[in-house]
């Protein structure tokens, strides 16, 4: 299993969490995702590699900003 935590920016509410999720999780192999409009941050498990590109415009195509920390 690979973990990797990413800093979001501009979530703040339960939908934000929401629509970071459900982009996110579409991406193949995740396994596991935890979300936090509170702390902005973002925990990817995924069964292999995660490519950090993906996870990046996922959050981007749900209208926010990540880095990878």
């Known amino acids: 299993m690979t973990q990797h935590n990413y800093q979001v920016t501009g979530m ?6 929401l629509s970071v999720r459900e982009e996110v999780s579409e991406i193949p192999g995740i396994q596991d995702l935890q979300v936090s409009h509170e702390t902005g941050k973002l925990i990817v498990t995924a069964n292999g590699t995660i490519d950090d590109a993906q996870v990046l415009a996922a959050v981007e195509e749900a209208g926010y900003q990540a880095v990878r920390v």
């Open 12 to 17: 703040t509410c339960g939908h934000c969490e």
